[in-house]
Every structure is written in structure tokens, then in C-alpha cells.
């Protein structure tokens, strides 16, 4: 499902996904001006674009464009935020992570495979019952979770990793065209910011509850069987907040642009599938895609191998601020008017790489006196505990500022046409 101009993803902008490769016709998005109901307007990469209108038209709070990254960021708050609380623990809150690293890397392939064909379930049953499907796959996964703590049973955490992968694969489906599509053009980056605010409040408020039930917990090991009973609890309001989303033709904006849905047959989509494969700009911002989310399952070991109990828990409540912060220093730096898009993008992609480069260079150096002295890393080890602790501070903010500088770069270098096959070649790029 695809969608003519860039809103809110999910887990921002309502933007368009992947083409959906089906037999059948299959539905995109498109945004089009109602005096221009027979045409599929192109979005223009230029200042003009991007300059606030004068005019404003009526909008229904409940089918603005605010409100529905307000939904899709509540259901990510239920699901993928607080699995992420969880994941900020390492290894799943569990006492090893050599299991739990298995599932995890099960559960990414069954992603890959749905971020790429997840537009054709999109297409078929629509965004808002693709959005409740979706939340549902994480609530399986945090019960695999306790039961594997509470029983040791390893079978169901198998299982649950690769449910929750389905499903994520296909919120992502869904998140792209509406965090990137949905919003005004010049609202997108403060969009995108919002967005990142709702995912990663989940962290930092399940780091809290997590905090607050371990932190009395000095020694290794897994979390209290009480932190994944509440954080289930939680999740279980995600597929009632999905209900509220709008479809697309429903959705209101201020500049009086509508989204509607055309088709397209699977030989049209096919093409521009294979356009964006042998393109020259998905090839140079694959090994960017790629890296961008190492060092989660990286960091997430690191935690589980050095760190107590309490310290893990610490880092779930704190270090979902740097996502935060990232998402927001970087989606009103790309909102900047005062400089063009080519220089906010260059400006914005040599800070990142600087980042990116001295934060794995630091991690290497940690990482060597980890292995040397062997510690078991508390809040109160002093110097070791800030390097470790600054550093993964770091490592989510850098990551989360350049994942959103991602999804701006692409919705101002490919038409809206092939923008949902760019978006779900990020997440499968992601997923791997």
C-alpha cells in the first residue's frame, strides 16, 4: 500500500511502503487534491515544497493528521516500545543471551520476509485491521519470555520470537506510508519527531517499571517474573488504540490534500521493485541501512554478559532518552528553512557518519577491557560503569537521529511512486 506524499511511519510519517507483488490488483495510497481527482500528483524536491501555506482548511481532530501518529504511536508504545524495554535489558531481561540471540535472529528473518510482502496484506485487508493484526505479535513474545524464565521452556520462546517477527513485519508495513505520507510537508520532520517521542516513551516509562521492580537485584541474572507480567499487561492495550486509526481516505489535512487509494497490478509493481533494487541510491544507502541498527543485538550482549540485574534496569529507564533526543535534534534540524535540502541533508549525513565512527571505535576499546578484567558492572563500579553506560546513551541517539534522517533523505530523492519500495528495503535491511 502506498501513499502519495509522506505521513507517519511506523515502529512515523505516512509514507508509502512496498509495492505489493500479488495476481490481483493491489491498492496504493495516493494523495491527490480533489480538483485533481484523475491525477497522482508528484511530490517536488524543492524549497517550495516545503514553505507553510497561507490557507488552512477544517480538520476533525479525530481524522487529523496529528491524531492518527498519535494512534500509530500508541500501538508502538504497547508493542514494539515496551518489547524494546525489554530488549534494553539484553537479552530479553533472561539470565544468558546465547538462546535468546537464536530466536532473536529467527524471528528478524520472518520480518525480512514480511516487510517485503507485507503490502500485499495491506492491500487486501486494509491499514487498520494490518495495524490490529500487528499488535498482537509482541504480547506472544513477552509471554514466551516468562514462561521460558519461569519454566525454562525454550520451544515457545522460538515460537513467540517468530510470531512477533510476522507481525512486526507487517506494523512496519503499515508505519512507513503513515508517518511519512500522512503529514504536511512542512510539518514532516517535527513529525517524524513525534513519532520517535511516542516508540521510545514506551522504553523509558517500561524502564521505569523495570527499574523499579529489579532495582533491588545486585547480583547476575534474569529479571523479576513480575516485570514481564506487567509489560504484558501493557500490550495488551495496543490492538484497542489500533482500532482508533483512520483509513486513509478518511484522514483530514490542513492543506486539503487527500489520500486516496489506486490500484495497481502486479506486473507495475514488480517493475518498480526492481527499479528500486538496481538503483543506484538504495545501493549506496544499503550498507547505512544495514549498520545503523547493529549495534543493538551487539550492546544487548554486552549488557547481559558484565552488567547486574539492577545496572540492566537502570540502563532500560535511561537510555531510551537518547532515542528521544536523537529523533528530535535531528527532525528540527531537517525542518531548518534557512538552509536548502541539499545542504541540510549533506550537513546532517557527514555529523552522523563522524558520530557513528567515533561511537564504534569507543565500543572496540570498551569491549577489549570487558573481555581483559571480566567485571560484573554495577552503578557503583565507577569509571567502568560510565563508559559502558555513556556509551550506549550515545549508541541509541546516534542510531535513532540517523534512522530519521534515513526516512527524510529518501522521501526527498525518490518520487512518491517507488517511496514504499525505498522505505521497506530499509526495513528489511533493518531486519538482516
Known amino acids: 500500500m502506498s501513499m502519495v506524499h509522506?505521513?507517519?511511519?511506523?515502529?512515523?510519517?505516512?509514507?508509502?511502503?512496498?509495492?505489493?507483488?500479488?495476481?490481483?490488483?493491489?491498492?496504493?495510497?495516493?494523495?491527490?487534491?480533489?480538483?485533481?481527482?484523475?491525477?497522482?500528483?508528484?511530490?517536488?524536491?524543492?524549497?517550495?515544497?516545503?514553505q507553510e501555506l497561507t490557507y488552512s482548511y477544517p480538520v476533525h481532530w479525530l481524522r487529523g493528521t496529528i491524531f492518527q501518529i498519535l494512534v500509530v504511536g500508541g500501538v508502538f508504545f504497547c508493542a514494539p516500545g515496551m518489547y524494546n524495554?525489554?530488549?534494553?535489558?539484553?537479552?530479553?531481561?533472561?539470565?544468558?543471551?546465547?538462546?535468546?540471540?537464536a530466536t532473536a535472529a529467527a524471528?528478524?528473518?520472518?520480518?525480512?520476509?514480511?516487510?517485503?510482502?507485507?503490502?500485499?496484506?495491506?492491500?487486501?485487508?486494509?491499514v487498520k485491521a494490518a495495524l490490529l493484526i500487528s499488535s498482537t505479535g509482541d504480547i506472544i513474545y513477552a509471554g514466551s519470555l516468562y514462561l521460558n524464565s519461569k519454566n525454562g521452556t525454550q520451544w515457545f520462546l522460538m515460537f513467540g520470537s517468530i510470531i512477533s517477527g510476522c507481525t512486526?513485519?507487517?506494523?512496519?508495513?503499515?508505519?512507513?506510508?503513515?508517518?511519512?505520507?500522512?503529514?504536511?510537508?512542512?510539518?514532516?520532520?517535527?513529525?517524524?519527531?513525534?513519532?520517535?517521542?511516542?516508540?521510545?516513551?514506551?522504553p523509558v516509562i517500561g524502564g521505569a517499571i523495570i527499574f523499579g521492580l529489579n532495582s533491588s537485584l545486585d547480583s547476575s541474572g534474569g529479571v523479576s517474573l513480575e516485570t514481564y507480567l506487567v509489560i504484558i499487561g501493557i500490550m495488551c492495550a495496543g490492538p484497542f488504540i489500533a482500532t482508533l486509526l483512520s483509513h486513509p481516505e478518511n484522514v483530514q489535512r490542513k492543506d486539503g490534500v487527500k489520500i486516496r487509494m489506486r490500484k495497481a497490478g502486479w506486473r507495475q509493481t514488480f517493475n518498480e521493485w526492481y527499479q528500486v533494487v538496481c538503483s543506484a541510491n538504495i545501493l549506496l544507502l544499503c550498507p547505512l541501512f544495514f549498520t545503523s541498527w547493529f549495534y543493538g543485538s551487539?550492546?544487548?550482549?554486552?549488557?547481559?554478559?558484565?552488567?547486574?540485574?539492577?545496572?540492566?534496569?537502570?540502563?532500560?529507564?535511561?537510555?531510551?532518552?537518547?532515542?528521544?533526543?536523537?529523533g528530535f535534534l535531528i527532525g528540527?534540524?531537517?525542518?531548518?528553512?534557512?538552509?536548502?535540502?541539499?545542504?541540510?541533508?549533506?550537513?546532517?549525513?557527514?555529523?552522523l557518519m563522524i558520530l557513528n565512527l567515533a561511537l564504534w571505535t569507543w565500543t572496540a576499546i570498551v569491549t577489549k577491557q570487558l573481555e581483559d578484567e571480566q567485571p560484573v558492572i554495577d552503578w557503583t563500579s565507577g569509571?567502568?560503569?560510565?563508559?559502558?553506560?555513556?556509551?550506549?546513551?550515545?549508541?541509541?541517539?546516534?542510531?535513532?537521529?540517523t534512522q530519521t534522517s534515513l526516512y527524510w533523505i529518501i522521501s526527498q530523492i525518490v518520487g512518491i511512486g517507488l517511496l514504499i519500495s525505498y522505505l521497506h528495503h530499509l526495513r528489511v535491511s533493518h531486519a538482516c
Open 168 to 202: 512486526d513485519g507487517l506494523m512496519y508495513t503499515v508505519e512507513g506510508p503513515v508517518i511519512t505520507s500522512y503529514p504536511e510537508p512542512h510539518r514532516r520532520g517535527r513529525m517524524l519527531a513525534l513519532w520517535v517521542f511516542m516508540r521510545n516513551a514506551a
Open 332 to 351: 528540527y534540524f531537517l525542518d531548518n528553512q534557512r538552509m536548502s535540502i541539499k545542504q541540510r541533508a549533506r550537513w546532517s549525513w557527514i555529523g
Open 298 to 326: 551487539y550492546i544487548g550482549t554486552l549488557q547481559t554478559q558484565y552488567m547486574n540485574v539492577r545496572t540492566r534496569a537502570l540502563c532500560a529507564f535511561t537510555i531510551p532518552w537518547g532515542d528521544i533526543a536523537g
Open 107 to 126: 524471528g528478524y528473518v520472518f520480518m525480512a520476509f514480511f516487510c517485503l510482502i507485507g503490502g500485499i496484506i495491506v492491500g487486501k485487508i486494509g
Open 6 to 50: 509522506k505521513p507517519q511511519l511506523n515502529r512515523v510519517c505516512h509514507s508509502n511502503w512496498f509495492r505489493y507483488l500479488t495476481a490481483k490488483l493491489l491498492f496504493y495510497p495516493t494523495i491527490m487534491k480533489e480538483s485533481e481527482a484523475t491525477t497522482i500528483p508528484e511530490f517536488k524536491n524543492d524549497a517550495t515544497s516545503e
Open 85 to 101: 524495554a525489554l530488549s534494553s535489558l539484553g537479552a530479553g531481561g533472561l539470565a544468558t543471551p546465547w538462546y535468546a540471540n
Open 383 to 401: 569509571g567502568l560503569f560510565g563508559k559502558t553506560f555513556i556509551l550506549f546513551v550515545l549508541f541509541d541517539l546516534a542510531t535513532m537521529a
